[in-house]
């Protein structure tokens, strides 16, 4: 039934003045557009609205993935045979592309998804694990072609999977630092050492090995083959690793790896160092007797000069000052030991004492007891006959070079071996500060290691 408002029944009643049809015709008028206003209100505007929003939603979602992979579907998502991903990772030495094989329970769906490597990680061979993007589930569940049947339970959700380089996943190794440990750490190889077996036997009846083999205390702790110098035969990445548990001077902890290799590299082997380059072409070698003098003042005034000099070899460390006390020290130098810092520093300090240069000579041979990083630098700067690097030692102003006389040849230069000076301080120098928390400190000086 035709209903009207108020007004328009009001206009109804109106009166015959001439223009009650006109009143009428325009109140029928208004019907009809207001009817067709509810009939197209209650009318959905397309059937399949319903239908379209879900096709249109998985195509809504495929956008939102698009940062590390496109996937392109065909004509309107109606049943997807193939997806092409492309990883926005390089991948160094790998451009062939791979089949990936999608999750478990779409094997019958058929489909391929192929992933194109870009150049990027080295050695890449391991395969790709991609799984479908979860903006293609909905499409490929309510979507089927004219010649392919999708498959009725819905596709593993999706997520894009990122290949690792390898270098990323290999754990780079900790290194051990000295802070870590409340006292000197102890190793279950803590008292194993590098053993020369190289050296020819030795006949000396009064010598120390064979006075060692017949006392009873010294026999279990002397070790009569221990390796004294080390050169560039000794040094290996395993024996890095060893090492490395052990702080300077009896080991390589905290130190620079690539400058300890640098100089190992450099350091050329000399003939019969472990015998401390003595002749070993007779055929009857004799006894050799060895005096070390030191230089703490005791021997001024003794007279003992003529009775040092008549030893085969002299030693003498640091800051040897022989200039004015011949008679008490002598004045022969066979070998001349230091650490790089007691050797620059002894001469500006000795030097109103008669120290103006360290033993020189063609006789002279040169004992380095590596301390730490700056004897690394010093000595690298000695064999590449540079100048020392900044911060090391370098205010010394001289390169390492000019503290040796003309003709000097590194065939008289020796370098103690870590293993030496850890085998004296575990034998015979132990110290119970070794104990404490400032363990690293304990170092026996260069003297006691001649001795």
Not at 49 to 62: D, L, S, Y
Not at 127 to 136: E, F, M
Not at 350 to 364: A, E
Request: one cysteine or more; a positive charge; hydrophobic letters at 35%.
């Amino acid at each position: 039934m035709l209903q009207v408002d108020t007004q328009e029944q009001q206009d109804l009643n109106y009166p015959d003045n001439g223009n009650s049809w006109s009143f009428l015709k325009v109140s029928l008028g208004r019907d009809i557009t207001r009817l067709k206003q509810d009939m197209l209100e209650k009318t959905p505007r397309w059937e399949g609205r319903e239908e379209q929003k879900k096709m249109m939603e998985p195509v809504a979602r495929v956008g939102e993935g698009k940062e590390n992979m496109t996937v392109k579907p065909v004509r309107g998502l109606e049943g997807i045979k193939k997806t092409t991903v492309e990883t926005a990772l390089r991948m160094q030495e790998n451009t062939e592309k791979r089949t990936v094989r999608p999750a478990p329970g779409v094997e019958e769906a058929k489909e391929k998804m192929t992933v194109k490597l870009l150049p990027s990680t080295e050695g890449a061979k391991e395969k790709a694990t991609v799984k479908l993007s979860s903006g293609v589930k909905g499409a490929q569940q309510n979507n089927t072609s004219k010649d392919q049947t999708m498959p009725k339970e819905p596709l593993a959700s999706v997520e894009t999977v990122r290949p690792v380089p390898q270098a990323a996943a290999v754990k780079e190794k900790k290194r051990l630092r000295a802070a870590d440990f409340k006292s000197e750490p102890q190793w279950d190889f803590e008292d194993q050492y590098l053993l020369d077996n190289s050296s020819p036997p030795w006949t000396c009846s009064e010598s120390v090995k064979a006075k060692a083999a017949k006392s009873d205390w010294l026999r279990d702790l002397f070790l009569p083959n221990i390796m004294l110098f080390t050169d560039k035969r000794y040094f290996s990445d395993s024996e890095w690793d060893r090492l490395e548990h052990f702080a300077p001077p009896f080991g390589f902890m905290e130190l620079n790896y690539s400058l300890v290799k640098k100089v190992m590299s450099l350091l050329p082997p000399n003939p019969h160092q472990q015998l401390l380059l003595a002749n070993s072409t007779s055929s009857k070698p004799t006894c050799i007797s060895c005096a070390v003098v030191g230089n703490g003042g005791i021997l001024n005034n003794s007279g003992m000069g003529q009775e040092i000099d008549s030893h085969h070899y002299v030693f003498r460390v640091s800051g040897a000052v022989i200039k004015g006390y011949e008679k008490g020290v002598g004045t022969k130098t066979s070998f001349y030991g230091f650490k790089a810092y007691s050797l620059v520093s002894s001469l500006p300090i000795l030097g109103h004492r008669g120290f103006s240069n360290i033993p020189q000579g063609k006789h002279v041979g040169y004992i380095h007891f590596l301390e730490g990083d700056r004897d690394y630098e010093w000595l690298k700067a000695l064999l590449l006959n540079k100048n020392i690097r900044e911060g090391f030692l370098n205010h010394y102003e001289q390169r390492p070079w000019e503290r040796f006389e003309e003709g000097f040849t590194m065939d008289r230069y020796l370098v103690v071996h870590p293993d030496f000076l850890r085998y004296m301080k575990n034998r015979f120098l132990k110290s119970k500060t070794l104990e404490k928390p400032y363990w690293r400190l304990y170092r026996p000086t260069t003297g006691a290691f001649r001795c």
